[in-house]
């Protein structure tokens, strides 16, 4: 490690010392400066573009030349004629001013070489193929690439630190802009351009009555002949591994048209290479944002879906299977039709072996020790239909409808040095459907309305059955539970189950009114309602030997087993905002005013609750230069809970975990504040931005646990303890020549009031991480990555302290050899110290090797090897509320596989 990071420091002062630099000022005929004029180098010899750069707001500007060179220089910028000069290097750095005359003919002018980068308004335009070296197979490889563009661990694609919300291609949504599919699978050598689109706004005629800073899109342009043409590739592979047979199978095919688009991508393998994982499918929305985001009330419709065990990035075998398409089609320039269809088929084989600690001795819990064994299944079906009618500027009508249905279930054996060995089945067969409608109305310069109504209709039908031998002649650690739940002791196993069932019917609506008042400021007037109705229906039974199946009788909980809960909620609210420009400044003060009513029905009772909220809000942007701001927000929000908080029948989340409601919860309030600081300067190509965000939780749900050996029972109310959470993160990020340095940063602290065995306890955790990094960016040269995470977390959690810092140094390298080979490898190392004197480590190393004839070439032919050091398990350390977890997660052997890309 230490000789590679002399190698890179070597190569940067190598390349400083081989250059020169020339600097000036770009200006018009009026001495006015010219910020984002566009200047490039020329080798004059070679014909190779050599640098570029773009002017600041003091018309600034800096080429790296080398020495004793000769150089034409190009000047542009839009309305001005393009200007050109030859400049001769010696061995000393140059200063040249430059001044541009108006161009009012605007004749064309033929550029021998695009600009790598460059900005129009608040468009930022990438040319793709000066980002590129031939390794690049995917759109990922290239975004890695660009200046100010991040792909975090997520997956997701940020730019000056904020999420690309959507992608498109040539201007139609891709999947409706879900960045993790495009990004991984739209091919790299058919991108032409890459623009980021800031301050994007769904619809033209709200863009100038928003704030859309924080919204980011991004569009990629296809190079000629990709259109109206179909373009992808097909790659297949095999391979042999310990106990099976490995196979791949990956159709991409794409189509697009002025007027249509087909887009198909497809996957089958079992080598764990998942195009979306199950995570993906469940988070991917479609598109859809609920009409009352802004309004300051959160309602939650809880999520009942299954727990898997692992995630598909860690398991021991993976089968996985993908069907995916999307279209677009335009019959009139008026008219916009779009939808996409997606299966995903998983099945996975899992075993996590845990060390659980619980942090406070006086609470009498038993440390446990547990090896969980899973065989996961999970097939899950989406599809979208869109419609969107724009006759004219001053209407716009869209329909979204997306159904989705999933068909999950996991058998987990868990043996537990506590209570001993027991199997668990849960399934799930949940179904929803999410309506859209919005119309966007402009009766004249001066009044716009817009109207946005949102409908869901969702049924969630989880089963969880738990088997675990008995004694009946002897005590066991779970006897004391099944007395407690009434559960008959003289049968040999406690096999017991429970069935749930909920229904959720949402509308979500509201109509805004903005009138501008001039140039500088508009009001926007708004009414909204939210409509919630839940049904959750429950029973809790237990088999007996012969099958016999009884509904036992529980001694807690006043002998509730069962559930019959109907929740009603709704939100009739009104807004008023102001928003004024102001120089530099755009200030949004504002506020709504709500009227609440929630109602729950169970066991022949009635709690209703009906109470006025008033809630603030501001914004404030300082606007520095075009490319640099900073955004000051604070809001106060109301949460509101799901049916299943509020039912008090005993609900089985799992065998050592179960629950009961409260009927009286109340709303928790909470008071936010966040900071957003950014600057994206071309002019010494530096990225920085920074996020920090403060919340205060009051009367937050908090549970009161009670334990029995390792089994807890919970139930909730509202706290009168605040807590409290403060998020800081920040980016930095220079260019050097071909070097790239960057630098990641972030804090989190929690603070978290706690009720176990009846007693309060205060939970604070600190976490600190670090990750600096140097990329080189060589167009012909190997290329190299180093990272080094560093990151620490400290747990105070009432009776005990943890502490766990984390070392993980990772490299990348990557080369384009004879114009024909590609090899790519990556190397991490993981070290984590418990803090007691312990450490534990494991290491990862893949490689990827390709042949090809040219770029041009139909025919690829890859070796990838995974696990090369045939690690057996990764280990993470965790900590909660009351425990601390030490977990070995087993994942796939080594695997070597050959295959064939096919490119169309």
């Known amino acids: ?499 749930r069932r909920i229904k959720s019917n949402q509308l979500d609506a509201k109509l805004d009114y903005y009138n501008i008042l001039n140039a500088k400021s508009n009001i926007n007037l708004t009414l909204g309602v939210i409509l919630s109705r839940q049904e959750f229906n429950s029973n809790i039974f237990q088999f007996l030997a012969g099958g016999a199946q009884v509904d036992p009788t529980p001694t807690i909980n006043e002998g509730r087993a069962t559930n019959d809960t109907e929740y009603s909620f709704s939100d009739l609210y009104a807004g008023l905002h102001y928003r004024l420009k102001s120089g530099k400044f755009t200030i949004t003060p504002g506020f709504s005013v709500h009227a609440y009513g929630n109602r729950n029905v169970q066991f022949g009772e009635t709690f209703e609750d009906n109470f006025l909220r008033f809630l603030p809000d501001f914004e404030t942007r300082i606007q520095f230069k075009k490319s640099e701001a900073l955004t000051l927000r604070y809001d106060m929000r109301n949460q509101f809970t799901d049916v299943t908080r509020l039912a008090e029948g005993l609900v089985l989340n799992n065998l050592n975990s179960i629950q009961f409601g409260e009927s009286a919860l109340q709303n928790a309030l909470s008071h936010n504040i966040s900071l957003f600081y950014s600057s994206f300067n071309l002019f010494n190509y530096t990225n920085v931005f920074a996020r920090a965000a403060y919340s205060n939780n009051i009367d937050q749900i908090r549970s009161l646990t009670n334990f029995e050996n390792v089994i807890r029972t919970s139930t909730f109310f509202n706290s009168n303890f605040a807590d409290e959470n403060v998020n800081v993160f920040g980016r930095i990020q220079r260019t050097f020549g071909k070097i790239r340095a960057t630098l990641n940063a972030s804090f989190n602290y929690s603070k978290i009031n706690q009720f176990i065995q009846s007693e309060r306890s205060l939970n604070e955790a600190y976490t600190q991480t670090y990750t600096p990094g140097l990329r080189t960016n060589f167009k012909i040269a190997p290329n190299v990555t180093f990272r080094y995470r560093y990151s620490v977390t400290n747990n105070n959690q009432g009776g005990g302290e943890t502490t766990f810092v984390t070392q993980a140094p990772s490299i990348e390298f990557d080369a384009y050899i004879w114009k024909a080979v590609t090899f790519r490898t990556n190397y991490t190392y993981t070290q984590q110290d418990l803090g007691n004197g312990d450490s534990q480590s494991f290491q990862n190393l893949d490689a990827f090797l390709t042949y090809r004839k040219d770029k041009d070439a139909k025919w690829e032919y890859e070796i990838k090897a995974t696990n090369i050091l045939d690690i057996d398990a990764q280990v993470r350390n965790r900590a909660n509320n009351v425990s601390v977890f030490t977990s070995e997660t087993f994942i796939q052997p080594q695997f070597v596989t050959f295959r064939v890309v096919y490119t169309l």
């Open 1 to 499: 490690m230490k000789r590679i990071c002399f190698l890179l420091l070597f190569l940067t002062v190598s390349i400083s010392y081989a250059q020169i630099t020339l600097e000036g000022v770009v200006k018009d005929s009026l001495n006015t400066p010219l910020e984002l004029a566009n200047v490039i180098a020329i080798d004059q010899e070679s014909s190779a573009l050599k640098s570029y750069g773009i002017t600041n707001a003091q018309g600034q500007y800096k080429l790296d030349l080398g020495k004793n060179g000769s150089y034409k220089i190009q000047i542009s910028y839009v309305g001005m004629k393009t200007l050109e000069d030859i400049i001769a290097t010696e061995e000393n750095n140059i200063r040249k001013d430059y001044t541009l005359k108006p161009d009012n003919v605007l004749e064309g002018v033929e550029l021998v070489y695009e600009m790598p980068v460059a900005v129009k308004g608040d468009t930022l335009v990438y040319n793709a193929d000066s980002f590129q070296d031939g390794t690049e197979r995917k759109l990922e490889d290239v975004l890695e690439n660009l200046p100010g563009v991040e792909i975090n661990e997520d997956g997701q694609v940020e730019v000056e630190g904020k999420v690309v919300n959507k992608i498109m291609v040539n201007g139609k949504d891709f999947f409706d802009g879900d960045t993790k599919l495009a990004t991984k699978n739209i091919p790299s050598k058919a991108v032409d351009k890459i623009q980021v689109l800031r301050n994007y706004s769904e619809v033209g005629q709200l863009r100038n009555v928003t704030n859309n800073q924080d919204n980011v899109a991004m569009n990629i342009k296809l190079k000629e002949g990709k259109e109206s043409f179909w373009f992808g590739n097909v790659t297949a592979g095999g391979g042999n591994a310990p106990d099976d047979a490995l196979y791949l199978l990956q159709p991409k095919l794409f189509y697009y048209s002025p007027k249509y688009s087909l887009n198909f991508i497809g996957d089958l393998n079992n080598t764990g290479e998942v195009a979306l994982t199950r995570r993906d499918i469940r988070n991917f929305g479609g598109g859809f944002q609920s009409p009352s985001r802004s309004s300051g009330t959160n309602i939650n419709l809880g999520d009942n879906s299954l727990d898997f065990l692992t995630t598909q990035s860690n398991a021991l075998e993976i089968e996985n299977k993908l069907a995916s398409g999307n279209f677009s089609y335009s019959p009139s320039q008026a008219l916009d039709l779009s939808g996409f269809l997606i299966y995903n088929s998983s099945r996975i084989l899992s075993n996590e072996s845990s060390f659980i600690r619980y942090t406070d001795p006086d609470l009498g819990i038993p440390d446990e020790t547990t090896d969980q064994s899973s065989l996961e299944r999970s097939d899950q079906g989406l599809m979208k239909l869109s419609a969107s009618y724009q006759p004219n500027f001053n209407n716009q009508l869209d329909y979204d409808i997306l159904a989705r249905v999933s068909n999950d279930r996991q058998d987990q054996n868990v043996l537990s040095s506590v209570i001993g060995n027991t199997q668990q089945l849960q399934e799930v067969t949940p179904y929803s459907i999410n309506q859209n409608i919005n119309y966007y109305y402009t009766l004249n310069e001066r009044n716009i309305f817009a109207f946005e109504a949102q409908h869901l209709l969702k049924n969630e039908d989880p089963f969880y059955r738990a088997l675990l031998a008995n004694d009946p002649n002897g005590e066991d650690a779970f006897d004391s539970t099944a007395e407690a739940l009434g559960l008959n002791t003289n049968s040999p196993t406690y096999d017991l189950g429970q069935n």
